[in-house]
Each structure stands twice: as structure tokens, then as C-alpha cells.
């Protein structure tokens, strides 16, 4: 740069500077689109139907007699079918009941407690 002038050398590194821009823009944009994705993504892999259909089952079998078979095949029918860990205890204290809920597919962990009278 020593034999350019002064107009010639500012355009040189100008042009440096845009080049640059650019390729710190493009690596930007590049980044949020990768984001974007995978946030997508993984709201659509949310299991929303499969835990409202854990829920009710659970909700309406809490006060049934064969409340031990019923815990036992809603795990292994989530388990093959769904290729998802169910895991749910319930207690009673008093007049109310508690239930927790332990839902894992793999992609989605979701933990829920809930009680009622």
C-alpha cells in the first residue's frame, strides 16, 4: 500500500471494512436461522395430546380398585407405544388427594403435581 495514494489506500480499506460486514452479517443470519429451528422444533415435538391423555386416564382411575394393574399398563403401553417413561404415584392424606406425574419421551421431560378434594 505504500505505492497507492491516499484516495486509493481509504477505498482498499473501505472495501476491507464492507468485506468484512458482510461476512460477520452472513455468520449472524446463519446462527439465527439455526435457532429458529430448533425452537420450532422442539415445540412441535411437544407431547401435549399424550400427557392430557395420561392425565385423564389417571385422573379418572385414582379412586378405582385395580388402581395397581391400571399403573402397570399405562406404563408399559406408553412405553411401547409411545416409546415414552410414565412414572405416577399418587397418596391420599385426609380428604385430599396428590398425585405426581413423571412424563420422558426422550426429547420432552415434563413433571406435574397436582391434588385434589
Known sequence: MARLNDDAQWIVLMGFLVSFSFFFLALVINQSTVVGQTTAESVIEFPKNDI???????????????????RNDLTVLSMNRKGSVLQYTNFTNGSATYIQIHYNNGVTEYNENWSYL
Open 52 to 70: 392430557r391423555d395420561v392425565r385423564q386416564v389417571i385422573g379418572l382411575s385414582v379412586n378405582d380398585p385395580n388402581l395397581p394393574v391400571i
